[in-house]
């Protein structure tokens, strides 16, 4: 960001403003800068724009200047919006307060505001409307990822991608290809390294800044057409709106043949998930996702956020508990880690209600369980598709454990008992064996039993590099067999509470048929099954609903099928 000086120009129109501190308001739009020598830009959300008034901004990423602010150190806003670099005028906090986890400050509305133009720089900047198309190529990819080119410069773009793909750039080397496809087809390859990124919980997308690498001449004669032709396409339309009539000139021959095209979707676009319930998990996954990305690139997890999304998930359970349990085997569009956090946040929260746990507990649990495994998208490829591991692998493998407990080290809303609990006590056994710490009998806090027996029985449902998913008997038959490493009251009580064919278990009848279990009786028998024709996982296109007089005719299932991952395992 630039420093102080007479390059700036000051703007005191209203609407200008406002527009401005919009695009500020944006996911990683604005960054605070304390008004003293060798001040760096910090994080901060511009949370609301009050129009003459104030500027509400959560400061929860810099809990540690609060104090300073409240004495009333001045700062400025910095930002970029429309190729320019944006700041406020030296501000000062009037007022903060918690909500909802969420440290938040009040500041007069700026009486004008200070902008630069960035021509060396200069980004062009594309409507949705313009549908111009990034593919993303690595080899760890199975397929390109496309996502939505946003702004475009000599020197990089901004892509924007569906939110649940970000493990999909996590695993993806230092540079990878990037290929830009414009509506007429033209087109061109070029090597990009990620630089920066924001996600935007509410519209599910992730904002992917990309730096150009190894370009050679022909390369840069093209971007700067690229740039020119989408900068004058921009002013086309703009002209055509503020003069309220269709544009009377022909537009820019790179974005001809989308004029002629119906409405693009949107990198945004929702996928189709087995049930209602499913869809709106999805949201809860892509969120997940977004966690993953952010512990590859070395970050900790947003505490305003990991609340809100807890608080989301365990009013989803609460809601209607059957119809999550179900959804949860609706999921293998995503990343097996996402899943594997997600099932076992779900069925430790939805045990410890049963257990009479208070709101907060069930809460951190869930909350902790949700992010306990995402640490082993840090390992190596050749650890984590291991058939059998040596001594030093198994030592490596400890270290996911860890850089968990880093990444939350932001949430001070958080109870650090559970949190340590839960992530640290999951690989724990009774009887020493387990890691990172080799904890065992009375040193293993009640709630890492808990964890471990919920944790391992989705895990072992899973397909894993050494072996395939096991059945859910097979599973019970193993934890009761080693009451040396499972606390056998917890294990009893799991298979009580979740019953021999849990929600989402896949059974066959006597007669052959193949049916998911949607609910059970007070008996922990199936009430309710939907048949299927295959056992692969459910989706929208699945046989009758099959419950009362005729489940009875039925009969009792007799076996549970363990369903094959459709993504890459744990």
Known sequence: ????????????????????????????????????????????????VR???????????????????????????LGQARAKLVRTPVLAVTQTYEVEGRLLCEVPYPEHLEVLQRRDNFRAELSASMDAKVMLHHEKAPKPLQGALKNLSLEGALVVLPLGKGSLLASAPSTIELKLVFPNNSQLVVSGALRHDASDMERQVLFAGFEFVARNAEQERQLWFFVREIERETARRARAVQDGRHPDKAPSPLFQAAERRPAPTTASQEVEYATPMAQRLARLAAYLDNQLFAIKQGRRIDSVQLSRHADRLLALLDEDRE???????????????????????????????????????????????????????????????????????????????????????????????????????????????GYPRGLQGDKLHELS?????????????????????????????????????????????????????????????????????LSLDERGQPARVQLTDSPTAPTRKMGAVIEKRALTLLGRPVETLAVPSASIPL
């Open 323 to 433: 119809a999550m349990l179900f959804a949860l085997v609706c999921m293998q569009r995503d990343s097996a880690l996402v899943q594997h956090g997600l099932a076992v946040a779900v069925r430790l929260a939805d045990i410890a209600g049963q257990q009479a746990m208070p709101h907060e507990i069930r809460k951190a649990l869930l909350a902790s369980a949700m992010v306990h495994d995402l640490g082993k998208s840090l390992l190596p490829d050749a650890l984590r598709e291991a058939t059998s591991l040596d001594a030093d692998q198994y030592r490596e493998l400890h270290v996911h454990v860890g850089r968990v407990m880093e990444a939350l080290a932001g949430c001070t809303w958080l109870s650090r008992a559970v949190m340590q609990a839960v992530v640290t006590g999951a690989n724990e056994r009774l009887d020493g064996s």
């Open 1 to 48: 960001m630039a420093e102080a000086g007479g390059d700036y120009k000051p703007v005191s129109n209203a609407r200008e403003m406002q527009e401005l501190l919009e695009v500020l308001s944006e996911p990683g739009g604005a960054s605070l800068m304390l008004d003293r020598p060798g001040s760096e830009p910090l994080p901060v959300l511009l949370m609301d």
């Open 51 to 77: 129009a003459d008034e104030s500027l509400v901004l959560d400061i929860s990423a810099i809990r540690e200047v609060a104090g300073e602010l409240k004495r009333g150190l001045g700062f400025r806003l």
């Open 449 to 517: 039993r808990l964890m471990a027996v919920v944790d391992v029985i989705d895990a072992m449902g899973r397909d894993r590099a050494d072996r395939e998913a096991w059945s859910i008997d097979a599973i019970y038959k193993h934890l009761l067999g080693h009451p040396h490493q499972f606390d056998q009251r917890w294990v009893k009580r799991y298979i009580r509470h979740f019953g021999i064919a849990p929600v989402g278990s896949l059974v066959r009848y006597a007669g052959g048929e193949l049916a998911w279990v």
